[in-house]
């Protein structure tokens, strides 16, 4: 079975630059989640998502940070314009959509803004 | 809301046991924990239930005390593989599917 897909891996853009990650979850999952790790942090939830609907996005700052999931499947994260303090790994993760199930995690997107 | 993970690093020598603990201040509906290596996903190593079970994966083993809304992980006769940062996220209620992670707990197992 096929993990949760992310991309890119890496990525270094300059302070008041645009960026978009890209995630695809594991075939079949209805909740897909953006997590933001800085470094020497746990991950924190930036957005939750159940099929295409936003079910929590307490934790995203809205005036630079937004996200999309068409179609119920892939999703995207953008941050526009980034922060130094946006330097993190972005992790998607996707689980069935019920309490207490299993949440896989994708590799992660590292972002570094100089 | 986050929960607090203790000790925040440990060192071990192999085949040392060690426990890692989490606790939180709300009613919890299940506990997972995770271990991330460096540069890597947080890789999952089980969920608890409230219902105080618990479980256990080889030499890996959980408990869940719904009581006092703590969690311990037990590491037995540890590897060297068992070293990276352990962390749990914690379910308030069910039906959130939401999970929040605390600080991790960095093990060490040296030779």
């Known amino acids: 079975e096929a993990g949760v897909a992310q991309s890119p891996r890496y990525k270094i853009i300059e302070k008041r630059q645009s960026v978009a990650f890209w995630c695809n979850p594991i075939?079949?999952?209805?909740?897909l989640y953006w997590y933001q790790q800085i470094l020497g942090q746990g991950p924190k939830l930036l957005i939750q998502f159940q099929n295409n609907g936003v079910v929590d996005d307490s934790q995203l700052p809205k005036d630079r940070f937004s996200a999309e999931r068409l179609k119920g499947v892939d999703s995207t994260l953008k941050i526009q314009p980034a922060k130094l303090e946006d330097s993190a790994v972005y992790l998607c993760?996707?689980?069935?959509?019920?309490?207490?199930?299993?949440?896989?995690f994708g590799e992660g997107s590292w972002l570094t803004v100089v | 809301q986050q929960p607090v993970q203790s000790p925040q690093a440990v060192i071990l020598r192999e085949g040392e046991d060690a426990v890692i603990n989490c606790s939180s201040s709300?009613?919890?509906?299940?506990v997972h924990w995770y271990r991330q290596k460096h540069g890597e996903a947080p890789v999952f190593l089980m969920i608890l239930l409230k219902g105080g079970e618990q479980k256990g994966h080889e030499k890996i083993s959980a408990s869940f005390n719904e009581k006092k809304q703590q969690s311990s992980l037990y590491l037995t006769a540890s590897q060297l593989s068992y070293s990276g940062t352990y962390f749990c996220?914690?379910?308030?209620?069910?039906?959130?599917?939401?999970?929040?992670f605390g600080k991790g707990t960095k093990l060490t197992v040296n030779p």
């Open positions: 709300k009613a919890l509906y299940s």
């Open positions: 993760a996707s689980s069935l959509g019920y309490s207490g199930n299993t949440i896989y």
């Open positions: 996220g914690t379910e308030i209620g069910g039906g959130s599917e939401k999970l929040v």
């Open positions: 075939s079949g999952h209805a909740t």
